[in-house]
C-alpha cells in the first residue's frame, strides 16, 4: 500500500497544484466509463454539493459552470431572504431546492415536489449529504387535481423531460418513455393541508403542465400576498397537454400577474408582451409586488 502511495504521490501533486486538470479528469472519467454513476460537485456560490450523473442533460451545465439556467439560479440567489417560503415545483435533481434552502436559511421553507423515482433519489442524497433541515420533500407531482396519473419517465439522462402530458419534446419524442402511476396533488390542497400560512416564490417546471399547476393554485395565486412566481413558458412541451405559451401568459394575466424578463443579472425586470412563440423562462410578479421585492422595472 506504502508503494502505491508513493508512485501515486507525485500525480496528486500536480491535482492539487493544477486542480482544472483535476476537474477535467473528472469529467472525462464519468462521461466515459461511468455515465450511470451518481457523484457530487459545488452549486456556484453556495457552500452546497448537489448529486448528479454525467449523462444528464443538466449536468455539463452544472459541472463547468455550478449552474444550470443562470439567470433564474442567480435572481434567486439574489432576492430570496432569510425566512423565506419556497415551493419548488418539479425540482428534478434539486438545483434549485438547495439554493433555495441556503437563501432562506433555518429560518425558512423549502418545499420540493420531484415524483420521478430516480430524481428524487438524487434529491434525498443531496439533502443528506448537505445536512439540511429546512425542506420538506414530497414525492409527488404537481397539477389541478388531487389524486393519481400516469408519469412519463425517460431513460437516464433525460429526466429533466418526464411529463404527465404527452412528450412533445424534440429531444425524447422518439424515445420510449416507462409509465408509472403516480401521486398527484393541487397546491391549494398541500397548503391548506399543511397550515402553510404564506408562500413567497415558487418555481415551476414540469414539462408542458404549468398551467395546470396554476390552475391548482388559484386560490393561493389570488391572494394579496400572492407569491412571485419562476416559471418555464415553453411551446414545445405545454403541446404535450394541448396547451401553448401564450395560453400560460393569458392565465398569469387572468390571475392579476405580470409576465417578466429579468436582465442577466436580475438588475431589472422588462415586461413581456403577448407573442406567437414561447421558448424561454419568465417571472410571473404582481405589479403591487414588485416594490416588496426590491424589484425595479427597465428604463425605457
Not at 454525467?54 to 439574489?78: C, H, Q, T
Not at 402530458?165 to 419524442?173: E, Q, T
Not at 424578463?261 to 417571472?283: C, M, Q, W
Amino acid at each position: 500500500m506504502n508503494k502505491l502511495k508513493n508512485r501515486l504521490y507525485p500525480a496528486y501533486k500536480i491535482l492539487r497544484k493544477y486542480p482544472l486538470w483535476g476537474k477535467y479528469l473528472k469529467w472525462y472519467f464519468y462521461s466515459n466509463w461511468q455515465p450511470n454513476k451518481p457523484f457530487e460537485v459545488n452549486l456556484d456560490g453556495a457552500e452546497l454539493r448537489i448529486t448528479l450523473t454525467a449523462n444528464d442533460a443538466l449536468a455539463p451545465s452544472i459541472f463547468w459552470r455550478g449552474k444550470s439556467e443562470p439567470i433564474f439560479f442567480d435572481f434567486m440567489s439574489k432576492y430570496l431572504k432569510p425566512g423565506m417560503t419556497v415551493f419548488d415545483i418539479g425540482a428534478n435533481i434539486g438545483q434549485y431546492t438547495l439554493l433555495a434552502s441556503q437563501c432562506v436559511g433555518q429560518n425558512g421553507r423549502v418545499h420540493s415536489f420531484e415524483p420521478a423515482d430516480r430524481e428524487f433519489s438524487f434529491l434525498q442524497r443531496s439533502i443528506k449529504n448537505n445536512e439540511l433541515a429546512n425542506i420538506f420533500l414530497q414525492k409527488k407531482a404537481v397539477s389541478n387535481f388531487d389524486g393519481y396519473a400516469p408519469l412519463n419517465i425517460f431513460p437516464d439522462g433525460q429526466g429533466a423531460y418526464n411529463t404527465l402530458g404527452k412528450p412533445s419534446h424534440n429531444v425524447v419524442a422518439q424515445i420510449k418513455a416507462d409509465i408509472k402511476e403516480v401521486e398527484c396533488v393541487q397546491i391549494d390542497t398541500y397548503v391548506r393541508q399543511s397550515q402553510i400560512n404564506n408562500v413567497d416564490l415558487i418555481k415551476i417546471d414540469v414539462e408542458g403542465g404549468e398551467i395546470n399547476v396554476l390552475e391548482g393554485a388559484k386560490d393561493l395565486l389570488s391572494r394579496e400576498d400572492a407569491p412571485l412566481v419562476m416559471c418555464e413558458f415553453g411551446d414545445e412541451t405545454l403541446a404535450g397537454f394541448g396547451n401553448t405559451g401564450r395560453e400560460l401568459h393569458e392565465c398569469f394575466e387572468r390571475l392579476g400577474y405580470q409576465v417578466m424578463e429579468p436582465s442577466e443579472h436580475g438588475d431589472f425586470l422588462t415586461l413581456v408582451e403577448k407573442r406567437g412563440r414561447y421558448g424561454a423562462n419568465y417571472i410571473a410578479i404582481k405589479p403591487h409586488a414588485l416594490k416588496r421585492w426590491g424589484l425595479t422595472l427597465a428604463p425605457n
